[in-house]
């Protein structure tokens, strides 16, 4: 009797590609901004209807009892909005004690479009020629003042509002930029953001940052298709050569200061400076940058909030009973906190 040949069932593993670098390679130029933006806005949909068949949270209070609808209306409409200051002064000086302890991952330059990295210092230590640091994931997820915000429901709403879907936190950092660094690398020179179809930043400064101290800079209604078309289509004449010439250049991820400044008006650009504490939420698909400091050093704290995981970075969460100085700061199991978090903590 003759054995029978058994075939292997299908794999979609053993395929020459995976969903996640199709979705990478469509964020990151694979699609122009138009179709992003309108893939953005399904996904929010689909998302949003997911997460409520999936998913039973505790009712929040509504929007405006803590955020403003102006608020949203302002992001919505130039691509970011001043907060209350998210960290009181004394929280920000424990923080930036518990920061001291650690050392800080160093970057410096290699070329105008590249960076090298160099090695770890304690920050006072830092070397010449350094332009950046950041610290371990660890170090981060263990700071407990880094922990309250991130599980602060009414941010949370407020960008789930803006989103159209409940967020995931996919970047969570704190990092340096030092008046060291021989010339801009990186995030300091003029770009847009493509790690989701739809994203917002909060960004919080640590320090205080006037014009010399690397402040960030953003280029206002850059954030959407639409937003920009009907600012930039009238600018142009309505030329269509013009626009096609216009929308081919801001697929270029990397631009110079040269050219952002000779398309858009500088009443367009804004310098964010403040007082440490400052607070502002960014929808950083729109053109901007951290300016290299000429003098001193800045500390900013970092939530990007977007609707999927980043795909081409590994997450390992850590347990919240870790976390030291959380006392009265549980979270619910029914918090929508843990969904949003749940890339950082088990």
């Not at 609808?69 to 930036?96: C, P, S, T």
């Not at 070397?127 to 371990?136: A, F, I, R, T, W």
């Not at 008006?265 to 939420?281: D, P, Y």
Request: with cysteine.
């Amino acid at each position: 009797m003759e054995s029978e040949t058994v075939l292997a069932g299908y794999n979609l593993d053993n395929e020459p590609y995976d969903l996640r670098s199709i979705f990478t390679a469509m964020m990151k130029g694979g699609l122009d901004k138009r179709t992003r933006d309108s893939v953005g806005i399904f996904l929010a949909s689909y998302m949003r209807e997911n997460i409520l068949c999936n998913y039973q949270f505790a009712e929040s209070p509504d929007l405006h009892t803590v955020y403003t609808k102006n608020q949203l209306k302002l992001l919505n409409e130039i691509g970011f909005v001043y907060l209350d200051k998210v960290f009181a002064d004394d929280e920000i000086d424990r923080i930036y004690d518990y920061l001291s302890r650690f050392p800080v991952r160093c970057y410096g330059s290699e070329s105008s479009i590249g960076e090298k990295k160099l090695d770890t210092f304690l920050v006072d230590n830092v070397p010449s020629g350094v332009n950046l640091g950041d610290y371990q994931q660890d170090v981060i997820s263990h700071c407990p003042w880094f922990y309250k915000i991130a599980h602060d429901e009414n941010l949370i709403r407020l960008v789930e509002a803006y989103l159209g879907a409940l967020p995931t936190l996919s970047i969570f950092t704190v990092w340096w930029s030092f008046s060291s660094g021989v010339e801009p690398i990186g995030a300091q020179l003029y770009h847009h953001d493509r790690a989701d179809f739809r994203s917002v930043n909060l960004f919080v400064y640590l320090t205080d940052v006037g014009p010399r101290n690397g402040p960030h800079v953003y280029v206002k209604r850059t954030h959407e298709f639409r937003v920009l078309y009907k600012m930039i289509a009238p600018r142009l004449g309505n030329d269509p050569i013009a626009l096609q010439k216009f929308w081919q250049w801001m697929e270029v991820h990397r631009k110079t200061d040269k050219d952002v400044e000779t398309i858009f008006t500088e009443a367009g650009i804004e310098k964010h400076i403040g007082v440490r504490g400052t607070s502002f939420l960014e929808d950083t698909r729109g053109l901007h940058k951290g300016l290299l400091p000429t003098a001193g050093r800045r500390l900013v704290f970092q939530l990007c909030y977007s609707l999927l995981p980043k795909y081409n970075d590994s997450f390992r969460p850590i347990c919240r009973d870790t976390i030291d100085d959380i006392e009265g700061y549980d979270v619910p199991e029914n918090s929508c906190a843990r969904y949003t978090n749940r890339l950082f903590y088990l």
